[in-house]
């Protein structure tokens, strides 16, 4: 019984953590991190904030948190598409547009939050995430591999990683000003990236047969 008691205890635990980080990834990518309180985060959470300091001490260290696994994540999603070793440079470039335009609809203002803040503490965080391993994936490989036998133009690999987060991530963190110049509404908006998932991978097929 006692054993049962514990369980479940931790597994509450797990769940308002859980609903702390969640919480504070939505605070922080609405405001920032200099604008942000600690009594927003527990409102957001459904929680008091003295059990959101129980679990985190400070608004720094819960940033900290929040933002790493963030990024890690970001990078995580993104090897998993680029090392995968059964499919073609075309098939990542369509899977990586499609996965990340669908998430950043999900959560539009995750790009200017990831940027800003890698703007502020790129060395901190870049320590941290082992984004690296970008520059190592297979994705890569198969690019130098198609410059050696001919099929893709000579230029540094990197132009293909810039140019595949570039197209795709730019419209989100560009969407309030691209929206009041152009004039259109949100739905017109959403609707062109939903068109931009087909229209990016054509795009890049051309820059990658250099014309």
Do not use: C
């Amino acid at each position: 019984m006692a054993k049962a008691k514990k369980g479940k205890e931790a597994a509450l635990d797990l769940t308002t953590e859980e609903k702390i980080k969640n919480a504070a990834l939505k605070v922080f990518t609405k405001k920032g991190f200099a604008a942000a309180r600690t009594r927003d985060i527990s409102e957001e959470a459904g929680i008091n904030l003295a059990l959101l300091n129980y679990y985190f001490r400070s608004k720094e260290k819960l940033f900290e948190l929040v933002m790493t696994e963030t990024l890690r994540g970001f990078i995580k999603g993104m090897l998993e598409i680029l090392n995968d070793t059964e499919t073609s440079i075309e098939e990542k470039v369509e899977i990586f547009v499609t996965r990340y335009s669908e998430l950043l609809m999900q959560q539009p203002d995750l790009p200017l939050f990831i940027f800003h803040e890698l703007k502020m503490n790129p060395e901190q965080l870049a320590s941290k995430l082992g984004g690296e391993g970008l520059f190592k994936s297979y994705f890569i490989k198969q690019v130098k591999e198609a410059m050696d036998n001919g099929k893709l133009p000579r230029m540094h690999p990197l132009h293909f990683i810039m140019n595949m987060v570039g197209l795709t991530v730019f419209p989100f963190i560009g969407a309030p000003l691209l929206r009041h110049l152009s004039g259109v509404d949100a739905k017109t908006f959403n609707g062109l990236v939903e068109e931009r998932k087909t229209l990016i991978p054509k795009w890049i097929k051309m820059m990658m047969k250099g014309k």
